[in-house]
């Protein structure tokens, strides 16, 4: 079996550590495994800017070190691909419902019913509400819990009212403490332009490849301005919203489109 590696960690993999890889790898009777343990955990945290990430080397120490003694053909750990920010819109997306300034006035008129539910508060007998899709919160604990940065991205003049919804509304943080959403939001992009202005803003910002950003959306047509950037763009309906299945196929979709995660398969020569 060959072994799938992103294209930084393959780089610091040929380049930096294979001697201590190779060593931790077949050192599974060894009694300083541990030692090898945290020396991994140090370099990956010193080559953050490579794109290493702890959850790579927590998924390498619990998959490799224990694997039993190895042969020729025993296999290694394959490095799933993640984007570096997942974008959400908010009406049709986060939430079922729209929010609008003729219909809910100021930010003040938000009324929390429950925590998925929030209603107008000068309008209580109507059907002015907004109700969050139930898989949101797994969804954004999900994206912080890969390390990506969570961003806010719709075409409406109401971003007042969007941020304080997104007060009401919780989700966990990577480190499992609830919080606010708008408290987990690293770029909050609520403003009536092209789409493709807000993740210009977030481009220059961030840094980050445009290849390595998925949006989720809603409606059948993705937005052509955003899609020529290099953005992936789910789209889906809004009466369901963003549910865990469609986030995950549109990761799925993101990896196919971005390709193979570094150089062919192939096998690691053995110590």
């Known amino acids: 079996m060959g072994t799938v590696l992103t294209r930084p960690f393959w780089h610091w993999w040929k380049n930096e550590k294979v001697s201590l890889l190779h060593t931790s790898i077949y050192s599974r009777m060894n009694p300083q495994k541990r030692s090898s343990q945290r020396k991994i955990y140090r370099i990956c945290s010193r080559n953050r800017k490579h794109g290493i990430r702890i959850d790579h080397a927590a998924y390498f120490l619990n998959t ?7 042969s020729a053909h025993s296999p290694l750990v394959v490095f799933t691909m993640f984007p570096k920010l997942v974008a959400l819109n908010t009406d049709g997306t986060i939430w079922a419902g729209r929010l ?4 809910w006035g100021k930010p003040d008129n938000i009324h929390k019913v429950d925590e998925f539910t929030l209603e107008n508060k000068r309008r209580v007998n109507t059907d002015i509400k907004i109700k969050m899709n ?6 954004i604990n999900e994206i912080l ?29 990577k480190d499992g403490e609830t919080k606010s959403i708008i408290d987990l939001v690293r ?20 840094k980050f490849p445009y290849a390595d950003m998925v949006y989720f959306d809603i409606g059948s047509e993705v937005p052509k301005d955003v899609v020529d950037l290099g953005v992936t763009v789910i789209g889906g309906p809004a009466t369901t919203g963003l549910t865990w299945e469609r986030y995950k196929k549109g990761l799925e979709e993101w990896e196919r489109r ?3 995660p570094g150089p062919p398969k192939k096998e690691l020569p053995r110590p």
């Open 187 to 206: 770029y909050d992009e609520v403003v009536d332009e092209p789409l493709s202005n807000h993740f210009k803003r977030i481009h220059e910002w961030s």
């Open 145 to 173: 819990k890969n390390d990506a940065s969570l961003a806010i991205v719709s075409r409406n003049s109401s971003k007042a009212l969007s941020d304080r919804a997104l007060y009401y509304f919780k989700a966990k943080d």
């Open 64 to 70: 490799v070190l224990y694997f039993p003694t190895p």
């Open 258 to 260: 971005k390709g193979p």
């Open 100 to 103: 609008d300034e003729k219909e």
């Open 134 to 139: 139930p898989d949101i919160p797994k969804i």
